[in-house]
């Protein structure tokens, strides 16, 4: 069971953060070669859309395995790296909250021009791709 649970706990980080990193390092920079300003909004806005119904899944799942995980090993939550990993955690949903259903819709619904708005909303989501990435290097660390 343990493995099981480990297994939906990887394969759902791994869905999240390979779309977030894909949507950066991929679908944004080629984006920006695309000439017509409506579609590249467009072609970011539609991606975003559809990465925040699998993304949303995926955390669904990395938090429904992560309280399983938990609840089997208790002792977990004396371990600092654990600790500050919760905290991690609750940061980058709020995050993702914040930019999947509030600061992105928002900004995909000003005028292609409006760059500085885009701006600010690219960098919570690279900040944010900057914590998942630590929350699974200590992850990591827990099993040994």
Do not use: C, Y
Not at 39 to 66: C, E, H, M, N, P
Not at 77 to 90: D, T
Request: charged letters at 15%; glycine letters at 8%.
């Amino acid at each position: 069971m343990d493995l099981f649970l480990r297994w939906l706990h990887v394969t759902a980080v791994v869905t999240w953060l390979g779309g977030m990193l894909f949507v950066a390092l991929v679908l944004v920079p080629v984006t920006r070669r695309v000439g017509d300003p409506r579609l590249r909004v467009d072609l970011i806005s539609q991606t975003g859309k559809r990465f925040r119904a699998v993304g949303w899944i995926a955390l669904a799942f990395l938090v429904a395995t992560g309280l399983f995980m938990l609840v089997r090993n208790p002792w977990l939550w004396r371990v600092a790296a654990f600790q500050l990993k919760i905290v991690l955690v609750i940061l980058a949903l709020g995050l993702s909250a914040l930019h999947d259903f509030i600061l992105g819709p928002r900004v995909g619904r000003l005028p292609p021009e409006a760059r500085a708005p885009r701006r600010r909303v690219s960098w919570i989501a690279r900040i944010n791709v900057l914590i998942v990435l630590t929350i699974v290097l200590l992850g990591l660390s827990l099993r040994g």
